[in-house]
């Protein structure tokens, strides 16, 4: 099973002629409303690819909606507490060349207590995968716990944060980046990414596949699939939750990543996060 501390948001995208400028009130085109956030986008690719995934979030008093779509994607939902706190969003504006400037209200997604992490993972069994993102609070604690708990412990840097990364670095077995993460932790740490002691680590890199460092010193290039890509959103986590799924369903690293690069290479020609996610079968019969 996965089991993933992660943000669950509403994703708000409103079309606009332009960006605002500072002082300026501008009437959007159109709004798309869809459920988003790197955590909820992350259980609903493992989920629709195949995996028990058990979602470890929060959501405010009008986050049911977000709840009964993760439920309907086939995520476990029974570790997303409600409270008092809003649900996370995120206020995205596009213009019209397609540039986007993005308002994050975490919200809920910053109230996991350590007691709600406790309770959850002291359900996961030896073997299990834990996965993190930079969404949520608690990250290094659940990577400690995780690590005590005998789980193979997951983690994408993202959004990227120096400290937050280097406070679960010691407790990671596997690390997502993209091209540009992967730069900021070299600049942060001084290393390169794959010389600081993770057994996986997996580069994205966008339109040219993604890269994976072994433990042994192995390096493997897993190409991308040929597509037009219509909105970039939520492609990063839908290939790390095939990846980790992969994992889970006991594929060996390299046919994971590869069923991974198909799943991401679907998820830039459709519009929106965690609802354009596809399931297995769509990877598998996707033609490219
Ligand atoms: P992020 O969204 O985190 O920046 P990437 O852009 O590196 O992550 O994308 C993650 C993966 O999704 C890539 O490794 C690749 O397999 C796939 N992908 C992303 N963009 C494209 C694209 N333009 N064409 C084909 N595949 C893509």
């Avoid at 996370?88 to 919200?107: M, Q, R, T, W």
């Amino acid at each position: 099973a996965i089991w993933n501390l992660g943000s669950i948001n509403a994703d708000m995208v409103y079309a606009l002629p332009h960006m605002p400028a500072p002082g300026e009130t501008l009437a959007a085109d159109s709004l798309d409303q869809g459920l988003g956030g790197k955590g909820a986008n992350m259980s609903v690719a493992a989920a629709r690819a195949g995996s028990h995934c058990c979602h470890i979030g929060a959501v405010g008093p009008e986050g049911k909606w977000a709840v009964d779509r993760l439920t309907e994607y086939g995520v476990d939902t029974r570790h997303v507490v409600t409270g008092d706190v809003p649900t996370g969003h995120a206020i995205i504006a596009v213009d019209k060349a397609g540039e986007n400037s993005i308002i994050l209200f975490p919200g809920a997604n910053r109230t996991i207590s350590e007691d709600q992490l406790g309770q959850a993972l002291s359900a996961a069994n030896s073997g299990d995968i834990l996965v993190m993102q930079n969404e949520t609070n608690m990250q290094a604690e659940a990577a400690k716990m995780g690590r005590d708990l005998g789980l193979r412990v997951a983690y994408a840097a993202a959004p990227f944060d120096a400290e937050a990364v280097q406070a679960v670095l010691p407790y990671l077995d596997l690390l997502f980046l993209n091209e540009v993460e992967a730069q900021q932790l070299t600049e942060a740490t001084g290393k390169a990414p794959e010389a600081l002691g993770i057994a996986d680590v997996i580069v994205t890199l966008g339109a040219k596949g993604a890269r994976h460092f072994a433990a042994d010193g192995t390096v493997s290039d897993v190409p991308a699939l040929p597509v037009k890509p219509v909105d970039t959103t939520g492609a990063g986590d839908t290939f790390t939750g095939y990846v980790l799924s992969g994992l889970d369903r006991g594929l060996p690293m390299a046919q994971a990543m590869a069923q991974a690069a198909r799943a991401g290479a679907l998820m830039v020609t459709r519009n929106g996060a965690a609802d354009a996610i596809p399931d297995l079968k769509e990877v598998q019969d996707a033609r490219f």
